[in-house]
């Protein structure tokens, strides 16, 4: 008979895990660098209670072989087996198939092949299934489902009913708590964080609410680090806090950060199998317990067997990518002179997130970590200002260059350079500066918005930032102006939320077509027209279409741009050899190259002065991941 995986929709749980189990099989058991690698051969269809899984039945007639043209396909061992190097892309195969589970990419076809290519010989989507959902069937699961079926017939329960089913079971979770906050009252009266860190008591109720799908989970995927995070969350439970935050330290630089400023409910949460049912498990606020309380217990990172290497490395900018590139490299042995133009380390962590989300001192105690650890920082310095850049590349066996990307996005409205009109991030920077006790700087001027109306233009989490800022520095009225609707706004939701509560007013659905200025020429009002949402553009996204007849102006002593950052210049890099793009990013991985390799042989790159803006967490998995790539040449190099 033909062999295939059978599914018991019954249990199914849609949790993800048989996909991902797939992935990994034909990744040598590594997760992909690259999204769109992410192909699984078996498809979970539907969510929640109505997901069932959908795969290849190796039909014994199958009509994908008789299709074939090249004899890609054939069918031996009792499954149908692709030979990728035959096939021609000509999609018969898929048009053939019944079920609609053979794909194309790159004009190969792509199909469950029974994980044939396992030294185990098992089936990795059988083996990670949590609810045993799916099993392989051939003639010894056939004889099986017949004795089960037998026996619940001769019980008088042929369908099962009255058992607790093993998805029932898993899915009987206690409802998410997470971690307590402040009253907006009282938090609108300070600069502190307003998220309250979880207790003992706490930290074990919700990490027991977490069902274990599968070491490597849904969640594991959607961060992206993998961290461990169903390892690291049963560690907790057992309450061994030390080995969690080991774990933790082992795929992330900075768990204790990115606790409290990830946008988990788009990222790890976002796709926990309890999310639509009980609530999804609070990862973060657990990533944020495991390490604040190791590092309360007095744990440090132990480097003490680490053998030195002879390499030193550049690392030019200290926030989440320079630090996760020069941490892993320190751990490998390496000696790194992190380098950055900013008093302290952290770059948009420390100037640009305000501490109500993330507190400076968590940032200072990092610091003393890293140095600890044989990180040397040079703050202050400004490469191309304070040391040319060729210094670094001729002293050092490799350079990383982690910037980030500042350069403001500007409106194009006549009068944008108004007095009252300022950009998101000097803003913020200037306040936080002012909150850390360093001077002001010409660069980053304060702007008072105290019993003033001040508007916000934009959507995203640096908008929420100036907004709730704004409430704390005791403004008039606050409000946000976004184009389109709430479920369109790239930031977090939880930081909406928290806006709201603070008493921050939203306009959605308003588009800004002019700055009005009053008789000294200082920003009186913004002009605005209302916006419907129209056909998605090319990045999936509802494009706002402009209402005629709508227009209208909103009072504003203070109007804040907050549309985004672009790459900004660095005049350093001129006749280097490192190659910009078009819109000045960083060109990396080019024929040849490793992934974060530029044209300079020996200059690395990551994060947004590579891919552009993006989140904290990303920027510190490009930077770990050219600390790999630069300890592959090194050994390499050593090898000859």
């Not at 979770?173 to 003992?200: N, Q, V």
């Not at 080995?243 to 790890?268: F, K, M, W």
């Not at 200002?385 to 990383?400: C, G, M, N, Q, S």
């Amino acid at each position: 008979m033909n062999t295939f995986i059978v599914a018991d929709a019954m249990e199914c749980i849609g949790c993800h895990a048989c996909e991902i189990a797939c992935v990994l099989a034909h990744h040598q058991e590594n997760w992909p660098q690259n999204r769109s690698d992410f192909l699984p051969r078996i498809h979970l269809v539907g969510k929640g209670e109505i997901a069932r899984t959908v795969t290849c039945h190796h039909c014994s007639n199958a009509p994908c072989v008789a299709s074939c043209p090249v004899d890609a396909l054939t069918f031996h061992s009792d499954s149908v087996q692709l030979d990728e190097r035959r096939c021609i892309g000509c999609k018969s195969c898929a048009i053939a198939c019944p079920f609609g589970v053979i794909e194309m990419v790159d004009a190969v076809a792509q199909k469950c092949d029974l994980c044939h290519q396992r030294v185990s010989g098992g089936q990795a989507c059988v083996e990670a299934c949590p609810t045993k959902a799916l099993r392989l069937m051939d003639d010894k699961g056939l004889l099986q489902l017949q004795k089960v079926r037998q026996r619940r017939s001769a019980e008088g329960d042929a369908a099962g009913g009255s058992r607790l089913s093993r998805r029932e079971m898993l899915l009987s979770a206690e409802p998410r708590k997470g971690a307590e906050k402040r009253s907006a009252a009282e938090r609108k009266t300070h600069f502190g964080e307003i998220y309250l860190g979880l207790d003992r008591q706490q930290s074990v109720y919700e990490s027991g609410r977490c069902v274990y799908c599968a070491e490597n989970a849904n969640c594991n995927w959607h961060c992206p680090l993998h961290n461990a995070i169903p390892d690291y969350v049963r560690l907790v439970r057992e309450g061994r806090i030390i080995e969690a935050a080991e774990l933790c330290h082992q795929t992330s630089s900075l768990p204790e950060i990115c606790g409290r400023v990830c946008p988990q409910d788009r990222l790890c949460e976002g796709a926990c199998t309890l999310k639509d049912l009980s609530g999804a498990v609070s990862i973060g606020n657990l990533e944020r317990y495991i390490t604040d309380t190791a590092l309360a217990m007095g744990w440090r990172p132990d480097l003490s067997r680490v053998a030195s290497r002879p390499q030193r490395v550049a690392v030019i900018g200290a926030g989440p990518a320079g630090l996760g590139c020069a941490d892993v490299l320190t751990r490998a042995g390496v000696q790194v002179d992190v380098y950055d133009r900013h008093p302290e380390i952290g770059g948009m962590l420390t100037f640009g997130i305000p501490p109500f989300k993330l507190e400076k001192s968590v940032l200072s105690q990092r610091r003393e970590i890293f140095s600890a650890m044989g990180i040397d920082f040079h703050l202050n310095c400004e490469i191309g200002r304070d040391i040319p850049f060729h210094f670094l590349t001729e002293k050092y066996d490799a350079v990383f260059i982690g910037v980030g990307a500042y350069g403001l996005m500007q409106a194009n409205l006549a009068q944008e350079d108004a007095p009252g009109v300022i950009q998101a991030l000097p803003f913020l920077t200037a306040h936080t500066r002012q909150l850390m006790g360093l001077p002001e700087v010409a660069e980053y001027p304060l702007t008072p918005v105290d019993g003033k109306r001040v508007v916000v233009l934009g959507g995203g989490d640096t908008t929420m930032d100036c907004l709730r800022t704004s409430i704390r520095l005791n403004a008039a009225s606050v409000t946000c102006a976004y184009r389109r609707d709430e479920v369109s706004m790239p930031g977090s939701r939880k930081e909406v939320v928290n806006a709201r509560e603070e008493g921050v007013e939203f306009l959605f659905n308003v588009q800004p077509q002019y700055i009005a200025c009053d008789d000294d020429g200082r920003v009186a009002a913004v002009g605005l027209i209302r916006t419907a949402m129209g056909e998605p553009g090319p990045d999936g996204r509802r494009r706002p279409r402009p209402v005629a007849g709508s227009e209208f102006e909103l009072p504003a002593d203070v109007l804040i741009m907050a549309f985004g950052f672009q790459p900004h210049a660095m005049p350093w890099l001129q006749g280097s050899g490192v190659e910009l793009d078009k819109y000045g990013l960083i060109k990396t991985g080019d024929a040849g190259r490793l992934s974060t390799q530029t044209h300079l042989e020996k200059v690395f790159a990551g994060g947004d002065a590579v891919h552009g803006a993006d989140l904290v967490v990303t920027a510190m998995a490009a930077g770990r991941q050219a600390a790999r790539d630069m300890l592959v040449i090194f050994e390499q190099k050593e090898a000859r």
